[in-house]
């Protein structure tokens, strides 16, 4: 080969090894991306279960029957005297189920 073709092919695989190279930086800039994306994923999902967490706490803390108890206290509720539960249905649905034959 000539030393002109030499200079064209030295050229081209210079050309080739800047393409790779660029393609690898670009890779490497996309997985960095995802990785940050995932953090920030994470967070707001260690976030959302704290929350959850508090949120159960808070439920069960507000229906415990301590809390419910004094509530009830406070205004001047107590157990329902006979006759003063009503059942409600839903349409034409009884209540005490199908009728017995």
Do not use: F
Request: glycine share 8%; net charge neutral; proline share 4%.
């Amino acid at each position: 080969m000539t030393g002109e073709k030499w200079a064209w092919v030295a050229a081209a695989l210079l050309a080739l090894a800047l393409l790779l190279g660029l393609g690898l930086v670009w890779c490497n800039i996309e997985r960095m991306d995802l990785a940050y994306g995932l953090k920030r994923q994470q967070v707001e999902l260690e976030r959302t279960e704290v929350l959850i967490a508090k949120l159960e706490m808070e439920r069960n803390n507000l229906l415990s029957s301590h809390k419910l108890r004094s509530k009830a206290v406070e205004l001047g509720l107590g157990p329902a005297d006979q006759g003063q539960l009503r059942r409600l249905t839903d349409g034409n649905k009884d209540p005490q189920g199908p009728p017995k034959e």
